[in-house]
């Protein structure tokens, strides 16, 4: 990056430092409550957002459940009621099955609609956070179809997702290809524990609190490598928790959200658990992007700023790193993210 463009950024974090909430505007609550600063809320539908459709830039311009959820997350701690319900339009029309779940893949065509789908799949990451994202906007404006449609989220989740292993309940990653003779395919990011503890106390019908536990016990039980870390995919069998050989043995680009949503939840990110990320971020300066947890083998490029966002959040840090222009979605979302995390979890 050119020096210029550092003092920018630079600047920008300043800015949004200082101003804070001051800088909402003025007259309206839910401005008053917002979580997410006005500045990078701009910049970010600016870059990644159109008629709806949140886009990830980095990997052709397509959108997945997952997207349109931070979208949804990001547009009500912005309190953009607007373009909140923008978003979940699209999502609906565009990417809603007739169970309840979400189809994950959208590639851009010509009709702009369902016939653009190109993975039917589900993502149950996406479920989650579309379900959590609509409870906390029926929080903020109290319309009863967000409530509802959170409710109706879950409940497809619940009844579809949730598998019984060894006496606890476990998160199918996808309705299909997740299920097989060697055992159960696992993300160990899919458990957004925020979100779980929200479902948990919205709809206390559900067994959210076991899903929980069982992310807990998964997330202690599949360390691996030099420094204990999680790997991006795991094999729940008979006789444990062990590395996914569908995937490559990383801990990567999934496995980063982790510390995430350990850090946003209530319990908080124990010291344990910190001291294995701890030990791999500080490894080399800056740390790399992903490592191979068989070989010690790492990228052989940085950590883009939403992980150092998230690195930033896990450490309890107040000053959390913002993105830059060279940043794509996936980034952006998890820094902005992060800043929402650290402002609820310090209030």
């Known amino acids: 990056m050119q020096t210029s463009a550092v003092l920018r950024t630079a600047t920008l974090a300043a800015a949004v430092l200082s101003l804070g909430l001051a800088c909402q505007p ?19 539908q600016s870059r990644f957002i159109a008629d709806g459709r949140v886009i ?7 959108s997945h459940s997952e997207g349109q ?7 009500e701690a912005a309190a953009d009621r607007q373009q909140f319900d923008q978003l979940w339009a699209w999502t609906q029309r565009v990417l809603q099955r007739p169970d309840g779940l ?9 009709s702009k609609d369902a016939a653009c789908v190109t993975d039917q799949n589900n993502a149950s990451d996406g479920e989650i956070l579309l379900a959590w994202a609509l409870l906390r906007a029926h929080q903020r404006w109290q319309q009863p179809e967000h409530l509802q449609a959170a409710q109706s989220i879950s409940t497809a989740v619940q009844e579809q997702l949730l598998v019984e292993r060894q006496g606890q309940l476990f998160i199918l990653p996808g ?21 779980l503890e929200s479902f948990a106390s919205a709809f206390p019908n559900q067994p959210w609190p076991r899903v929980i536990a069982a992310g807990q016990w998964l997330l202690a039980e599949g360390r691996f490598g030099q420094h204990g870390l999680p790997a991006d995919w795991l094999l729940l069998t008979d006789q444990g928790v062990q590395i996914s050989d569908k995937y490559p043995p990383r801990y990567g680009f999934d496995a980063v959200r982790i510390p995430l949503h350990l850090a946003w939840s209530r319990q ?3 010291a344990s658990q910190l001291a294995a990320f701890e030990a791999f971020w500080q490894q ?26 998230i690195a930033a959040l896990a450490r309890g ?22 800043q929402i995390a650290a402002r609820e979890t310090q209030r």
């Open 26 to 44: 003025k007259g309206s609550p839910d401005a008053a409550s917002a979580s997410l600063a006005p500045e990078l809320w701009q910049a970010y």
């Open 56 to 62: 990830d830039d980095v990997n052709g311009g397509i």
């Open 69 to 75: 959820a931070y979208g949804m997350l990001l547009a």
């Open 102 to 110: 979400f189809a994950w893949r959208y590639e851009p065509c010509p």
């Open 175 to 195: 309705l299909q290809g997740f299920e097989d003779q060697k055992g159960l395919t696992l993300n160990g990011s899919y458990w957004v524990f925020p979100a």
């Open 268 to 270: 908080g990110i124990s």
């Open 284 to 309: 080399q300066s800056p740390p790399p992007a992903w490592v191979d947890l068989d070989t010690n083998q790492t990228a052989e490029y940085a950590w883009p700023s939403g992980m150092a966002a």
């Open 317 to 338: 840090n107040t000053a959390i790193p913002i993105p830059s222009q060279d940043d794509g979605y996936f980034s952006w979302s998890l820094s902005l993210l992060s």
